[in-house]
């Protein structure tokens, strides 16, 4: 709570922000309703078996990632094309500034991607005189405002229609307009000429089948296909843990995909990817390069456990059903990825030490591991991650106040002599308190620290006059009876424990 309660002041502004907080809960809500309606038992009565084939296949090639990722690159290599293997973002930014000077390559077209994202391929190549355009229109939006994207699946959803008018307005010098389409035309017939005038493609992959080599890619506007297939070079930059078996295994996720992140039984283009254009083909790319990305995902790889964060298809689900998200909004989050899923993915990238607040902002409701097509145990990882933390402070000798809490806290629970003691003086104390709440009543000293922000817009009610101990005592002595004797049960250690009557 205390890591809470240091960020609060950088949350206050998107609290306070009504039009943010109306677009970020309109948004999310429409796509939690057309989830839902997608999935219900008449429209999917298999949905719970495909959640856990999905979780059965991500898990078995998580474990065989190796055997994977190899046949993998075996077959894109059969196919014509080439895999790169990259250890961070430098060595990908390093692989596409080399392939651009010798294509004599400028304009760089993409199409959406979080692992590039990751990477702030943008940023780097944009240093070195190239111009990346993002051609996903949410993307395109973003990178002419310079934000990161505010949801995986919907980069844009934090921008009304206004906003994104004054922008257009303002960076590419056009009248103003405000309705959706024509703002959609606008940056189609721009982007139709970078597509013309690119001859690297960059996309990312939302699947790699490791038996045929391809490239899955799933998207809505058809700007995936023309980065794919009309420049001369295509580079698709996928994390490691794309990787499925089998192509028929994509029966499964694809099903699952649309339906959780868009509420869409399949997304509008699925495009399979592999290697350059053949012999008599009329399109496609003259090369064909997958980046294989690892930038700490085998370190995730190392808990048997915390690393199922990595069957992560990108859905978004979680994020739309979050309670805290749906408040304080994607930028809030310290990296690309944001909600539940970025509150597991990024202490295990990053470090616990990084943002130890993440984990702990999370109500622990369960939403999000019920969405999730692919069963990530997510509320579990967030409570184990907690514990790391605490774990790994505790460890460097660093603040023993919630040790020291919990252990006084164990010891009244476990003296009844002591539990009995505090509760008659709590109840003392507070029927003092006069009506209504009690919290707000006490001397001001007693409300900080993490008391402080809760109790500031809530309060607690009185106690009942009467504590359980003294309801159960007096019920006995209105019925003339004793308890009786308690049962004699065997323990777990095999001995025998006498149960306790309440006292
Ligand atoms: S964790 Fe699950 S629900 Fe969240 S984005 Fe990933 S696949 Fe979707």
Redesign the pocket.
Known sequence: MKEITAIQPQLHPALANTRLQLAIYTATGRLVDKRKSTVDADSLPDYQELRTQANDIKRHAIDHLDHYLELFERNVEANGGKVIWCRDGKEVVDFLLTLAKQRKSKILVKSKSMTTEEIHLNDHLEEHGLEPVETDLGEYILQLAHEKPYH?VAPALHMTRYEVADLFEEKLQLKREEVPEKQTQIARGILREKFLEADIGVSGANFLVADSGAVVLVENEGNARLSTTAPKVHVAVAGIEKVIPRAQDLATFLKLLGR?GTGQQLTVYTSFLSGPRRKGEIDGPEEFYVVLLDNGRTKVLQDADKRQAL?????????NICPVYRRIGGHNYPWVYS???GAILTPQFKGLDKDPWLPHASSLCGA?GE????K?E?PRLLLELRADIEQAKAAKGEDKSEKLGFQAWAKLMSSPQLYRAASAAGSWVLQDMGDGGWSSKLPFFMNLGPAKGWLSARDMPLPPGESFRQLWRNRRKQDGTQAQPAQTQPSRAGKTSQGRQPE
């Open positions: 995986i959780s069957f992560c298809i990108r859905c978004g689900a979680c994020l909600g539940p899923i999000c969405v999730c097509p692919v990530i997510i």
